[in-house]
């Protein structure tokens, strides 16, 4: 099982420096392993190596790149969950003869019995993975039988055999001008230059040399040649494909002068939330982006689920706040890994929010998969045009955070939560909760948030500077109340997953009943407070909190509004964020969080940008 990046080329230029390209883009999809297959000099030049694709490229240096002199090619870059991620088990995968080679994204469930029969005709396998079974079999299919010499058919039937999620590419020797690319599940799509065509996991992987492109849908196949493409289903009948425009060119997906992803995307924030507002308050009503609902469909609505897997899930978790104070809706926020198996009470009036960066994790797409099988309305709040999870979906709202490619989340972590939140006033619109200037006034709260964050960047150097002072740490606390709870959530798991840290994140008021009993002298506590004028009795709640844990020697770091005098005695370290309203409030409290996390674990010496054991769009359960 894998989540990984793939991509295809033909055309005119040199293949290995496209697909080497492409690679270094899609390495936030996985970083154990890299491969590339170049066809050259009538045969297949093929490289592997495990580690990251600088393994990969220093190999090339050492083997020398002149056997890869060929205009068609293709790479991977894996992340492995099954099977060690070593060279032999990296991709490409070759058959028998080294003549078919094969790059492969899911997991071929069948692949125990199709692997046995292969066996039994005779054929030794080189690797571990379920993988190489395609190119054993692609390569007996092009050799006999009715798909002989047909390097699409025959791949349309190997495909047809396949049980299980995946996306392939093949390329066979004995056909230069062409590359075959399958998709059952995981995402692909094809680029579509000037005597030039890709296929990709992501549009990311081409943008330097075309914005045109086409999303491949469900058992689909597509040729890729130099002069275009044709996509079939996998009985070779025409299928239908939904062009589309990228609408964000290379800069978006290089780093700009910061010194890795995360810095910059952090910085991209105020942008990610303007773009994501815009367009949809028009004539005094807000609009999502795709509607195959009726507006009695909203109406009729009488419980709200949002589902989505972690920091997505903290998104939801704000959400809650604001849905159900402007609608009087129940709204239930639930991981997608749970939602499907404890048999949620779903019905046609129940909405389910179904939120994704990508739009294609797993746990969120089968989780809107069972919502729709009990008749359950999906809207889906995704930042990947097309992706499976909005195609599957009643409606649709983007987030235009743009490719966010380190691997944790920022950008469209608060894009998640503005979209949420116009979500929450198309509801309160349609069922008339908020009057239409009430609706407005939100509205144009939210559109202040972009000025507001860039104000809470001021902060970064100073937070740089404590995030380097706590580096040593051994564990940190965060706390919070209300829409500052899931903030201190957000701030635990990214300090968790970039700095390998061990950190939590507590209601404050939960704190007396056993977690109070992890302070001891000198343990950071991070402590997200509420405005003093927004909710008057939660902030002095915390302070009380406050003052609990500094009493027994806790460090505290103090998140609190400009101003806010009564935390000046109780805060170690204090850092200020705008006044904004109280429902507004984890868009700039986050912030400072994920600068703190991500230098944490600069200063102590991680890749910020690709964390150990992840990988950014997980589409295994
Ligand atoms: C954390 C992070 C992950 C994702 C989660 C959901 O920084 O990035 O927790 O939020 O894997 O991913 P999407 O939003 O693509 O469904």
Known sequence: ????????????????????????????????????????????????????????????????????????GMGHTRWATHGAPVDRNSHPHRDVSGRVAVVHNGIIENFIALRAELEAAGIEFASDTDSETAAHLVARAYAEGDTAGDLPASVRGVCRRLEGAFTLVVTHADEPDLIVAARRSSPLVVGIG???????????????HTREAVELGQDQLVVITRAGYEVVDFHGETAPVKPFTVDWDLSAAEKGGHEYFMLKEIDEQPTALADTLRGHFVGGRIVLDEQRLSDQDLRDVDKVFVVACGSAYHSGLVAKYAIEHWTRLPVEVELASEF????????????????????????????????????????????????????????????????????????????????????????????????????????????AMPEAVRRVLGCTARVQELGRELSDAKAVLFLGRHVGYPVALEGALKLKELAYM?????????????????????????????????????????????????????????????GDETVLPFADELIEVPAVPTLLQPLVSTVPLQILAAEIARSRGYDVDKPRNLAKSVTVE
């Open 1 to 72: 099982m894998r989540v990984c990046g793939i991509v295809g080329y033909v055309g005119h230029r040199p293949a290995l420096d496209v697909v080497l390209d492409g690679l270094r883009r899609l390495e936030y999809r996985g970083y154990d392993s890299a491969g590339v297959a170049v066809i050259a000099d009538g045969g297949l030049a093929v490289e592997r190596k495990a580690g990251r694709l600088a393994n990969l490229e220093a190999r090339l240096d050492e083997v020398g790149r002149d056997g890869f002199a060929g205009t068609a």
């Open 340 to 447: 499907r198996y404890r048999d949620p009470v779903l019905d046609r009036d129940t909405l389910v929010v179904a939120v994704s960066q990508s739009g294609e994790t797993a746990d969120t797409l089968e989780a809107v998969r069972h919502a729709r099988e009990q008749k359950a309305r999906v809207l889906a709040v995704c930042n990947t045009n097309g992706a499976q999870i909005p195609r599957e979906s009643d409606a649709v709202l983007y987030t235009h955070a743009g490719p966010e490619i380190g691997v944790a989340s920022t950008k469209a972590f608060l894009a998640q939560i503005a979209a949420n939140y116009l979500v929450g006033l198309a509801l309160a619109q349609a069922r008339g909760t908020k009057y239409p200037d009430e609706v407005a006034r939100e509205f144009h709260e939210l559109e």
């Open 502 to 562: 061990h950190a939590e994140g507590f209601a404050a008021g939960e704190l007396k009943h056993g977690p109070i009993a992890l302070i001891e002298p000198g343990l950071p506590v991070v402590v997200v407070m509420p405005s003093p004028k927004g909710r008057a009795v939660l902030h002095s709640k915390l302070v009380s909190n406050i003052s609990e844990i500094q009493a027994r020697g806790a460090r505290t770091i103090v998140i609190a509004e400009e």
């Open 194 to 208: 000037e005597g030039e065509t890709f296929v990709a996991s992501d549009v990311a992987a081409f943008i330097e």
